[in-house]
């Protein structure tokens, strides 16, 4: 079955989840010309802010539609959507809000071919991550996760990556680390960034090439 429903998520704030559902979303479009559909299910909205302050600022054609939809509006808008979305030659991509304790969340998890988790390589963001692969699994026992390192800085000693790593690889596959650059702090839905570019693509590469299927046109 082709992987095609996409959240990318995480119990914890701030390690990095709607920068790369961006830039993911804008690699699957640029570099492997899929076409995309990002769901904004965050109440923050911050993927659909981006979105249309892109569509002000440069002038030209979206790469692909960002829609804001509620949370409570998630299990009947999946439903419906499924079978359209597993006929078409193109992926969805959801953004989620940093939480578990809501009910909503779960038909996403249910309905999801996959899951990219970005992470921290610090006490509290892996806990975090740990406890969330647990809920997961229980959820939807046989979905993928793919653990997501990034924000790494070359001049901290992590003592716990290989600990970290070993644990969250009995729930899914850990990806390679993605370091933290300033301009992770102005992507757009346009374009990849020339300074961060070798390096998401490494760890985006990855992912396709491990868990994707490329969709025929």
Aim: charged share 25%; proline share 6%.
């Amino acid at each position: 079955m082709a992987i095609k429903i996409i959240p990318i998520a995480n119990q914890k704030g701030g390690t990095g989840k709607t920068t790369h559902c961006i830039i993911f979303s804008n690699y699957l479009k640029l570099m492997r010309g899929e076409e995309v559909l990002v769901l904004d299910m965050d109440f923050q909205s911050n993927f659909r802010s981006s979105w249309e302050k892109d569509r002000k600022r440069y002038d030209a054609p979206a790469l692909y539609e960002v829609v804001d939809v509620e949370l409570n509006e998630s299990a009947n808008l999946l439903k419906k959507i499924k079978p359209i979305v597993d006929s078409l030659k193109g992926r969805v991509i959801i953004d989620l809000p940093g939480k578990m304790d809501d009910d909503n969340l779960i038909p996403v998890y249910r309905n999801a071919d996959m899951v990219i988790c970005p992470f921290i390589y610090d006490e509290r963001s892996y806990e975090s991550t740990y406890v969330f692969a647990q809920v997961i699994k229980h959820l939807n026992p046989d979905l993928p996760i793919v653990f997501l390192p990034n924000r790494i800085k070359h001049t901290v000693k992590y003592e716990t990556m290989l600990q970290s790593n070993e644990e969250l690889s009995k729930f899914g596959t850990v990806a390679p680390t993605i370091s933290d650059r300033i301009a992770f702090s102005r992507v757009d839905t346009c374009s990849i960034p020339m300074d961060i570019k070798e390096q998401v693509l490494a760890c985006y590469d990855f992912i396709y090439d491990s868990f994707l299927k490329p969709i025929e046109h």
